[in-house]
């Protein structure tokens, strides 16, 4: 079975070469079973030398296809343009990200397993400050691969959503079927995809594997506002990109499919995350009203539960059921207390051995209740959570979705000898049990699978 694996580059002097590296490195067989295409997008750096020297390296598996600058679009459908005919699969591969150095072996592997099978996505992760700290972390969505390699059907899994080109895998004859729109600025790879797996309705995970992208926050930060920036990352990318979704499954299955209400859902939420302060900025009042009532329309195809069911903050859930309900003018819409505060939970490990329990309040409270707190139970002690208010207003673009004097987070600061315990809350009525912790055990946990990634990223 034979690899074509296409690279798109930009000025990208800094890792393209460790980039190419991870695929020449493969166990897989590189000189009988992978071709590399290195397109050239316009680069005004010495990224193009770097790629000659390649080529002149292995003139038999790399090529190097140089294009004006016309974006990642553009960029991959030339590339596929010179896949070879005996190319069985094509990968795709960003200049600043690595394989695993088994990677193309386990695809390979699998696809001979399932001959049915047009599309093959790893686990992903990031590094982040550019590799110079290796912070190593997981995607929100590699909970897909916890029961190992599979075939996932959409239609019986539909929170198994898979968007993003980078690490792909497509069968060539499929892919000839397809192309990447280039006259979209923003998701022309997640249409692609999801034209493809609404036509297939399966795809493979391969779990012993990994896609490492590179996160230079700095640089991230920049990139973010620069799209976010841009006018046709509005009302435009809706009709080009969701719309299209819910038209195609319209046609294919008479209605909006989970998989397809889920996965607008998933990807809608970054319109109302922190970095995104332009919105008032970008458009005029006239756009503004434009995008916020193609929004209620797209989000109008998505029942209520898929939003609730997002791991996202509540504020941000919150507004999409606001413009999903009340459209235009903006008018944000709390969710109604629960008898039981909804919370979001994680720890901190401080380096003297001591530990620090957050609970995250999610909902719009003033107060808890009278005689309702947090606190944890350990071997020889219980101990009450401080509750820590909000200093200024919460908001989302300029709405504000909680007020200064609101319940932030509740914490408990844990000594050594108190790591292991139960986190619960406690009003006049009950007891709820949030959480069994054993935070040594899962501090070496932690520290293990960050090994294995590393060891894994520096094969």
Do not use: C
Not at 8 to 31: C, D, H, M, W
Not at 126 to 137: A, M, V
Not at 301 to 325: F, G, H, N
Not at 372 to 380: C, N, P, Q, R, Y
């Amino acid at each position: 079975m034979k690899f074509a694996i296409i690279i798109p580059f930009y000025n990208a002097e800094s890792r393209l070469e460790t980039t190419v590296e991870s695929v020449i490195k493969q166990s897989y067989g590189f000189t009988e079973n992978i071709q590399i295409l290195l397109v050239n997008d316009g680069s005004t750096d010495t990224s193009g030398s770097i790629a000659d020297l390649l080529v002149r390296k292995y003139p038999q598996n790399i090529y190097q296809i140089h294009i004006k600058n016309g974006g990642p679009a553009r960029a991959r459908n030339i590339g596929l343009m010179h896949v070879r005919d005996d190319i069985d699969f094509v990968g795709f591969l960003d200049a600043d990200d690595v394989y695993s150095l088994h990677m193309i072996r386990e695809m390979a592997q699998f696809a001979q397993e399932h001959p049915e099978i047009n599309m093959m996505v790893p686990p992903f992760y990031y590094l982040d400050d550019y590799g110079s700290r290796k912070k190593i972390g997981a995607h929100k969505l590699n909970t897909r691969f916890e029961q190992g390699s599979r075939v996932i059907n959409i239609q019986h899994d539909y929170e198994a959503i898979h968007f993003y080109i980078g690490g792909t895998f497509l069968r060539f004859d499929r892919l000839k079927q397809l192309a990447f729109d280039e006259s979209l600025h923003f998701g022309e790879d997640q249409l692609l995809i999801t034209k493809l797996l609404l036509d297939d309705e399966e795809y493979g995970v391969v779990a012993d594997v990994g896609y490492f992208y590179y996160r230079d926050l700095k640089a991230k930060r920049s990139l973010v506002s620069k799209s976010w920036q841009d006018k046709s990352r509005y009302q435009p990318f809706l009709e080009a990109v969701y719309l299209s979704y819910i038209q195609l499954s319209k046609a294919k299955f008479g209605t909006v499919i989970p998989y397809v209400q889920y996965l607008i859902s998933y990807h809608a939420k970054l319109y109302f995350y922190k970095e995104n302060i332009y919105f008032r900025e970008v458009l005029t009042d006239v756009e503004q009203e434009a995008f916020v009532r193609a929004l209620q329309s797209v989000l109008g195809e998505v029942e209520e539960r898929y939003i609730w069911e997002l791991d996202a903050a509540q504020p941000v859930k919150e507004m999409m059921l606001s413009i999903r309900k009340k459209g235009w003018p903006i008018q944000f819409e709390a969710a109604p207390l629960a008898e039981i505060p909804m919370i979001s939970l994680h720890k901190k490990w401080r380096r003297n051995g001591h530990a620090e329990l957050i609970s995250d309040i999610e909902e719009s409270r003033m107060a808890l209740p009278e005689k309702s707190f947090f606190a944890v139970k350990t071997l020889f002690t219980t101990k009450r959570a401080k509750l820590t208010k909000r200093e200024q207003d919460l908001r989302i673009w300029d709405v504000v979705v909680r007020p200064a004097g609101t319940i932030s987070t509740a914490k408990i600061r844990l000594r050594p000898w108190e790591l292991r315990g139960i986190w619960f809350y406690q009003n006049t009525e009950r007891k709820v049990e949030l959480e069994h912790f054993h935070l040594t055990t899962e501090l070496k946990q932690k520290v293990k699978r960050r090994l294995k990634l590393k060891r894994a990223l520096n094969q």
